[in-house]
C-alpha cells in the first residue's frame, strides 16, 4: 500500500476505526515506513491530549439550583396547563354530530312541554286564538236595524233624490197652504233642496238628510221665527 | 451489550420521570450532567454560560418528557437539546461581538496573562478544538470526547454518517495541524508516545 493511502487511514487506524484487514495492512506498512509511522504518532498524541482533556464540572449546588428551577416549572404548569386542553379541540362532523343531535333533542322536549300534546298531534289546532271574530259590525247597516232604518230609501240615485225632494215640496206647500205652515226645508247640512245643482257631485247626496219642519209663528208668508220641531 | 443496558437505564427513568418522578429525575441528571457539561462548555468556553445551557437542557427535557419517543435513544435526544440551546447561544454572542470586545478593553493586564500560551499539550489541544469551526468542534467533541459511536453522532447531529466520518476526520487532521509544531518543540515523539502508537496497532 502507498504511503498517501495509508496516511488518509492514519485518524481512524489510530481511533481503532479500521475492520481487522484494513489495520493489519496499515501496521504493516508502519513497520517498514519510519515517515508514516511518524505521522501516526502525531494522531497517537492528539488522541491521548483528548482523553488527557480536563474535564469540565458543574458547580456543588447545580442540582439545587435546578430542582428549584423545576419546582417553578411545575407550579407554573399546575397553574395554567392543567386546567387548558393539551391542543385546540377540532371541529368535525364527528365531533360536532352528537353534540347537534343533542341539541335537537334538547328543543324538541321543551318544545313539547311548552306545547303539550297540541305539538305533534296531527289533527290539532295550531292555535289557541279564536279563528273567526265576530266581525257583524262591519257589515251592520241601519237597514237592518228597523228602529233606524225609518226614512231610508234604498235608491239614492240622484233622479230619485230630486223626485223625493219634488215631493216633499209639494207636501210642504199644500202643507202650507192647508194648515197655515212655513216652508218645510229639506236640509243636508249646508245643503238645502232647493239648491240641489244637477251637475253637482252626487258625493254629497249620498248624505242621509235630515228633515226639519218649521213652523210660523203666525204669519203664513214664511217669514218672522220659526221654530223646528 | 453495556449500551443496550444503558438505554434500558435511560427508558426506565424517563418511564418513571413521566409520571412526575422527581427522584427519577434527579438520578437521570446525574447521569448526564458531566456529560453535558464536557461537550458544551467546551462549546462556549464560558464556565457561566455553560452551566445555564446546562441547567435549561434539563429544564427542556422536563417540560417536553411527555413528548418523548422511546423509539429513539434518551441521550441523542438530550445531546440534540444541548447542543441546540449552545448554538443559539453562540448566535446570540456572535450578535453582540462589539458589546463584549469594548467590556474587555480596561483588563488590559488580565488579557495579557490569559495569552499566555499553555504549556501542555492537553491544553493547547483544549484551545485549539474551541478555535475549530463548529461543525467539525461538534463531531470531534461528540466521537473523541464523549466516545459516541458514529452512528449517534450522526443522530445527535442530525446528518448522514459518512459526513460525520469525515468531519471527524477533517477536525483531527485540523488539530494536528495546530499541534504539530508545539509537539515537535517538546519532543512528543518521545518513547512514552511511540509506545502509545504502536500499543494503539
Given at each position: 500500500?502507498?504511503?498517501r493511502?495509508?496516511r488518509?487511514?492514519?485518524s481512524a487506524?489510530?481511533s481503532?476505526?479500521?475492520?481487522?484487514r484494513?489495520?493489519?495492512?496499515?501496521?504493516?506498512?508502519l513497520?517498514s515506513?519510519?515517515?508514516c509511522?511518524?505521522?501516526?504518532s502525531y494522531?497517537?498524541?492528539l488522541?491521548?491530549?483528548?482523553?488527557?482533556?480536563?474535564?469540565?464540572t458543574?458547580?456543588e449546588?447545580f442540582?439545587?439550583?435546578l430542582?428549584?428551577?423545576i419546582?417553578?416549572?411545575?407550579?407554573?404548569?399546575?397553574?395554567t396547563?392543567?386546567?387548558l386542553?393539551?391542543r385546540?379541540?377540532r371541529?368535525?362532523?364527528?365531533?360536532?354530530?352528537?353534540?347537534?343531535?343533542?341539541?335537537c333533542?334538547a328543543?324538541v322536549?321543551v318544545?313539547n312541554?311548552?306545547?303539550?300534546?297540541k305539538l305533534?298531534?296531527p289533527?290539532?289546532?295550531t292555535s289557541t286564538?279564536p279563528?273567526?271574530?265576530?266581525?257583524?259590525y262591519l257589515?251592520?247597516?241601519?237597514?237592518n236595524n228597523?228602529n233606524?232604518?225609518?226614512?231610508l230609501?234604498?235608491?239614492?240615485?240622484?233622479r230619485?233624490q230630486?223626485?223625493r225632494?219634488e215631493?216633499?215640496?209639494?207636501?210642504s206647500?199644500g202643507l202650507?197652504?192647508?194648515?197655515?205652515?212655513?216652508n218645510?226645508?229639506?236640509?243636508?247640512?249646508?245643503?238645502?233642496a232647493?239648491?240641489i245643482?244637477?251637475?253637482?257631485?252626487?258625493?254629497f247626496?249620498?248624505?242621509?238628510p235630515?228633515?226639519?219642519?218649521y213652523?210660523?209663528?203666525?204669519?203664513?208668508d214664511?217669514?218672522?221665527?220659526?221654530?223646528?220641531? | 451489550?453495556k449500551?443496550?443496558?444503558?438505554?434500558?437505564?435511560?427508558?426506565?427513568?424517563?418511564?418513571a420521570?413521566?409520571?412526575?418522578?422527581?427522584?427519577?429525575f434527579?438520578?437521570?441528571?446525574n447521569?448526564?450532567k458531566?456529560?453535558?457539561?464536557?461537550v458544551?462548555?467546551r462549546?462556549?468556553?464560558?464556565?457561566?454560560?455553560a452551566?445555564?445551557?446546562?441547567?435549561?437542557?434539563?429544564?427542556r427535557v422536563y417540560q417536553?418528557?411527555q413528548?418523548f419517543?422511546?423509539?429513539?435513544?434518551f441521550?441523542t435526544?438530550?445531546?440534540?437539546?444541548?447542543?441546540?440551546?449552545?448554538r443559539?447561544?453562540?448566535r446570540k454572542?456572535?450578535?453582540?461581538?462589539f458589546?463584549e470586545?469594548s467590556?474587555m478593553?480596561?483588563n488590559?493586564?488580565?488579557?495579557a496573562?490569559?495569552?499566555?500560551l499553555?504549556?501542555?499539550i492537553?491544553?493547547?489541544?483544549?484551545?485549539?478544538?474551541?478555535?475549530?469551526?463548529?461543525?467539525y468542534?461538534?463531531?470531534?467533541l461528540?466521537?473523541d470526547i464523549?466516545?459516541?459511536?458514529?452512528?449517534?453522532?450522526?443522530?445527535?447531529?442530525d446528518?448522514?454518517l459518512?459526513?460525520?466520518?469525515?468531519?471527524?476526520n477533517?477536525?483531527r487532521?485540523?488539530?494536528?495541524?495546530?499541534?504539530?509544531?508545539?509537539?515537535?518543540?517538546?519532543?512528543a515523539l518521545?518513547?512514552?508516545?511511540?509506545?502509545?502508537?504502536s500499543s494503539?496497532?
Amino acid at each position: 500500500m502507498h504511503c498517501r493511502k495509508v496516511r488518509s487511514l492514519l485518524s481512524a487506524a489510530c481511533s481503532d476505526e479500521l475492520d481487522s484487514r484494513q489495520q493489519a495492512v496499515v501496521k504493516d506498512h508502519l513497520a517498514s515506513c519510519p515517515s508514516c509511522r511518524k505521522e501516526a504518532s502525531y494522531y497517537g498524541s492528539l488522541r491521548l491530549a483528548a482523553q488527557e482533556l480536563p474535564k469540565r464540572t458543574l458547580s456543588e449546588d447545580f442540582n439545587t439550583r435546578l430542582l428549584n428551577r423545576i419546582a417553578q416549572e411545575r407550579f407554573h404548569e399546575t397553574r395554567t396547563r392543567a386546567y387548558l386542553p393539551r391542543r385546540a379541540p377540532r371541529l368535525t362532523w364527528r365531533t360536532l354530530a352528537p353534540v347537534l343531535v343533542t341539541a335537537c333533542l334538547a328543543l324538541v322536549m321543551v318544545g313539547n312541554f311548552l306545547g303539550g300534546d297540541k305539538l305533534f298531534t296531527p289533527n290539532a289546532p295550531t292555535s289557541t286564538l279564536p279563528t273567526s271574530m265576530d266581525d257583524r259590525y262591519l257589515t251592520a247597516q241601519p237597514g237592518n236595524n228597523p228602529n233606524l232604518a225609518v226614512g231610508l230609501h234604498q235608491d239614492w240615485s240622484l233622479r230619485q233624490q230630486l223626485a223625493r225632494a219634488e215631493r216633499l215640496e209639494q207636501i210642504s206647500r199644500g202643507l202650507a197652504n192647508q194648515y197655515g205652515f212655513g216652508n218645510l226645508h229639506l236640509t243636508s247640512g249646508t245643503m238645502t233642496a232647493g239648491s240641489i245643482n244637477p251637475t253637482m257631485s252626487p258625493f254629497f247626496l249620498r248624505q242621509q238628510p235630515v228633515y226639519r219642519v218649521y213652523r210660523l209663528n203666525g204669519n203664513s208668508d214664511g217669514r218672522g221665527g220659526s221654530q223646528a220641531y | 451489550m453495556k449500551e443496550q443496558s444503558e438505554k434500558d437505564i435511560d427508558f426506565t427513568l424517563m418511564k418513571a420521570i413521566q409520571k412526575g418522578d422527581m427522584v427519577a429525575f434527579n438520578a437521570m441528571v446525574n447521569r448526564y450532567k458531566d456529560r453535558l457539561m464536557n461537550v458544551i462548555g467546551r462549546m462556549l468556553s464560558s464556565h457561566e454560560e455553560a452551566e445555564d445551557i446546562v441547567q435549561e437542557t434539563f429544564v427542556r427535557v422536563y417540560q417536553h418528557r411527555q413528548s418523548f419517543n422511546f423509539q429513539h435513544c434518551f441521550s441523542t435526544w438530550i445531546y440534540t437539546i444541548g447542543l441546540n440551546l449552545a448554538r443559539n447561544e453562540l448566535r446570540k454572542r456572535r450578535r453582540f461581538k462589539f458589546f463584549e470586545i469594548s467590556e474587555m478593553q480596561g483588563n488590559e493586564k488580565e488579557l495579557a496573562v490569559e495569552a499566555k500560551l499553555p504549556s501542555r499539550i492537553p491544553e493547547m489541544l483544549s484551545e485549539a478544538v474551541e478555535q475549530l469551526p463548529g461543525k467539525y468542534r461538534e463531531a470531534f467533541l461528540l466521537r473523541d470526547i464523549e466516545e459516541m459511536s458514529y452512528e449517534e453522532v450522526a443522530g445527535v447531529l442530525d446528518v448522514p454518517l459518512g459526513t460525520v466520518k469525515s468531519r471527524v476526520n477533517r477536525a483531527r487532521l485540523m488539530l494536528r495541524e495546530k499541534l504539530k509544531p508545539r509537539m515537535e518543540e517538546q519532543n512528543a515523539l518521545s518513547k512514552s508516545t511511540l509506545l502509545a502508537v504502536s500499543s494503539l496497532l
